[in-house]
């Protein structure tokens, strides 16, 4: 029997062996691992991604692009992400300044060519102040060029219609112009923040120059020049996807749509994306 203490009560003399375990109150539990699990998710978010096969998404952004020009040409007229290569928005800018009063497309090309550089100066400030790799920055990037197709596709999807959108220039053309142009170049800057400088997913001539130009084409193992012949042939399947969308019963909206629903995919790309290894 158990020898009892002072105050009656008795004690078991190998209790005090037994090492204590502290249970946490069943309403403290999901607390802890809510707190765990958010813990565990700010940290994902803060780490750079390799840049490691990384190539796949920028290659992947000419569909889009080819989506997005196709749908714009066939519509407006203009293009909204391709402004540099030969023919585009500064040639129909030079055109509409030489004879203003045959075409309103340079208007077009104006809006679409300023909205793309202003786009431009905010994209790469802001990868350029958070950290360019850094996967909450890309993911918020692509997030915020998703949210610009997603509006302009309502405006397409709802607003005003007009009765020749060639020739329009009013505020349900321009201003879809002006915020698809102005996400096109986030694309850009991502490519350059992961240092694969060619594939802007916005230029081909000088893909093209580069690709033909490469003393090592014909070699079986070449990297650059894979990627070089794999931009414009997905820049093509894009381009013929937008035209056969953009001539469908959805029109250029649902091109957008698409478009926006791709962009959606390239962020769960960058969030599942492989870390920098430590």
Not at 104 to 119: D, P
């Amino acid at each position: 029997m158990a020898p009892k203490s002072r105050h009656g009560s008795s004690r078991n003399p190998m209790a005090s062996n037994e090492p204590e375990t502290s249970v946490l109150p069943d309403e403290e539990q999901p607390l802890l691992e809510i707190s765990v699990s958010k813990s565990g998710w700010r940290k994902n978010m803060m780490v750079n991604v390799t840049r490691d096969k990384a190539d796949v998404i920028p290659l992947l952004c000419y569909i889009i692009t080819g989506l997005l020009d196709s749908a714009a040409i066939s519509t407006w007229g203009s293009f909204v992400s391709m402004q540099t290569d030969a023919f585009r928005n500064t040639v129909y800018i030079g055109l509409g300044l030489a004879a203003p009063s045959e075409s309103q497309r340079w208007i077009k090309s104006g809006v679409a060519l300023m909205s793309f550089c202003i786009g431009s100066f905010c994209f790469s400030r802001f990868h350029r102040y958070f950290m360019p790799c850094r996967r909450w920055v890309l993911c918020a990037s692509f997030i915020a060029q998703m949210c610009f197709i997603i509006a302009a596709a309502a405006i397409l999807t709802w607003g005003p219609t007009s009765a020749n959108e060639k020739d329009d220039i009013g505020w349900n053309v321009l201003v879809p112009i002006a915020l698809v142009s102005f996400q096109s170049c986030g694309q850009a800057v991502a490519s350059r923040a992961l240092k694969y400088n060619a594939l802007t997913s916005v230029v081909l001539t000088s893909l093209y120059c580069d690709l033909f130009s490469d003393a090592e084409l014909f070699m079986l193992h070449n990297s650059d020049r894979n990627r070089r012949i794999s931009a414009p042939v997905l820049l093509l399947l894009g381009a013929i996807a937008g035209g056969l969308v953009a001539h469908s019963p959805i029109g250029t909206a649902g091109a957008f749509w698409i478009a926006a629903g791709l962009k959606l995919g390239v962020v769960f790309s960058w969030y599942s994306w492989p870390a920098v290894e430590d």
